[in-house]
């Protein structure tokens, strides 16, 4: 017979990694969107610079 205890020490522990990947995911979703900032900043840098040099 399977203990209760064995399935919910799997189910806590199944809880735990997803919550971990949520919040790797979520740093992952977070550096991408300060990247994609940083790289319109550039962009939009570079694109006023070539404004006053014309």
């Keep these: 017979m399977?203990?209760?205890?064995?399935?919910?020490?799997q189910y806590e522990d199944l809880?735990?990694?997803?919550?971990?990947w949520q919040?790797?995911?979520?740093?992952?979703?977070?550096?991408k969107a300060k990247h994609d900032s940083r790289l319109s900043r550039l962009t939009?840098?570079?694109?006023?610079?070539e404004r006053r040099e014309s």
């Design 2 to 9: 399977i203990n209760l205890l064995t399935i919910l020490r």
């Design 15 to 20: 809880c735990t990694k997803e919550r971990k």
């Design 23 to 31: 919040l790797d995911l979520g740093k992952v979703v977070g550096m």
């Design 44 to 49: 939009e840098g570079a694109k006023e610079k």
